[in-house]
């Protein structure tokens, strides 16, 4: 009977240390449904759908996914674009200049990250700041990048 018992605190235990681990992860990361802060790029951005993309000139997905943001930032008809990051803004402008990246908004966050998880991260927010999709990472294939242009695509 006391193994039993054990068994039975084990289980309590091991769901109480869940519970926890997906509420600590819900507050550290954006996930659909969240309201984002705008704040950090500015009123001109008000009203209109976004695409932030937060990255880092050090990391070598974002590196990875430069061509990927270039086309992005090429599309004629797409939401505002944002890229913040940790960094100093004129690191990430040179890095955007040498990539042939032409966001509409570049700004530090000055190490508030601002609850991102992993560089790179593309957030897609409505019209009214709630965030609609999320990729983290390099993206890794076609499908993944049709899918992210298919959403860009929906909002305009």
């Given at each position: 009977m006391l193994w039993?018992?054990?068994?039975?605190?084990?289980?309590?235990?091991?769901?109480?240390i869940a519970a926890t681990v997906v509420s600590a992860h819900r507050r550290a990361g954006y996930?659909?449904?969240?309201?984002?802060?705008?704040?950090?790029?500015?009123?001109?951005?008000?009203g209109r759908?976004?695409?932030?993309?937060?990255?880092?000139t050090s990391c070598g997905a974002c590196v990875d996914s430069a061509d990927l943001y270039r086309r992005l930032t090429s599309m004629p008809r797409r939401p505002d674009v944002a890229v913040l990051g940790p960094g100093p803004v004129n690191d990430m402008q040179q890095f955007l200049r040498e990539h042939a990246i032409?966001?509409?908004?570049?700004?530090s966050t000055?190490?508030?990250?601002m609850r991102f998880r992993?560089?790179?991260?593309?957030?897609l927010l409505a019209a009214d700041s709630t965030v609609k999709q999320i990729w983290f990472?390099?993206?890794?294939?076609?499908?993944d990048e049709m899918k992210l242009f298919s959403a860009l695509a929906s909002t305009m």
């Open positions: 039993i018992a054990a068994v039975i605190a084990i289980g309590l235990a091991v769901t109480s996930v659909t449904g969240d309201k984002f802060d705008r704040s950090v790029v500015g009123p001109q951005a008000a759908p976004m695409v932030v993309i937060w990255m880092s032409r966001p509409d908004l570049v700004a000055k190490g508030n990250w992993a560089t790179p991260t593309i957030l990472g390099r993206l890794q294939d076609s499908a």
